[in-house]
């Protein structure tokens, strides 16, 4: 199984990027996904998922309004579009899947995702 991210770059504050994250070895239909992040010195914090069952997506507060989670299953890759960023956006951005979620909550946390991607790094400038 691999999850391959990308689409990170620099970008101005109220810039947009879309991230992608394709998988290979597991069909993304039937897992849940996730994108988290790391900014310097931080630990990992989630930012938004999509459920395994329906599609739904999930978003932290942080990026509500702004980021779109979205999945395409017949490519087996995930997408975040990111919008109006801003510098505090800034962080390496992981995407994950997993398949033993156990509430809505639970896709909010890093222990329930089994596979990992290497990272694609964001920039935004002020």
């Known amino acids: 199984v691999q999850l391959q991210a990308s689409g990170g770059g620099l970008v101005q504050a109220g810039g947009s990027l879309r991230l992608s994250c394709a998988a290979s070895g597991l069909s993304f239909s039937t897992y849940g996904q996730g994108w988290f992040r790391q900014a310097p010195g931080k630990e990992r914090a989630f930012v938004a998922a999509?459920?395994?069952?329906?599609?739904?997506?999930y978003y932290a507060d942080p990026v509500r309004g702004r980021f779109t989670i979205s999945r395409d299953n017949a490519k087996n890759t995930m997408y975040l579009r990111m919008d109006s960023l801003e510098p505090e956006d800034t962080a390496v951005y992981y995407c994950?899947?997993?398949?033993?979620?156990?509430?809505?909550?639970?896709?909010?946390?890093?222990?329930?995702?089994?596979?990992w991607g290497q990272g694609t790094l964001v920039t935004v400038s002020s």
């Open positions: 999509i459920m395994r069952s329906g599609g739904i997506p």
């Open positions: 994950a899947a997993g398949s033993a979620f156990v509430n809505l909550r639970s896709y909010e946390y890093a222990r329930y995702y089994k596979y």
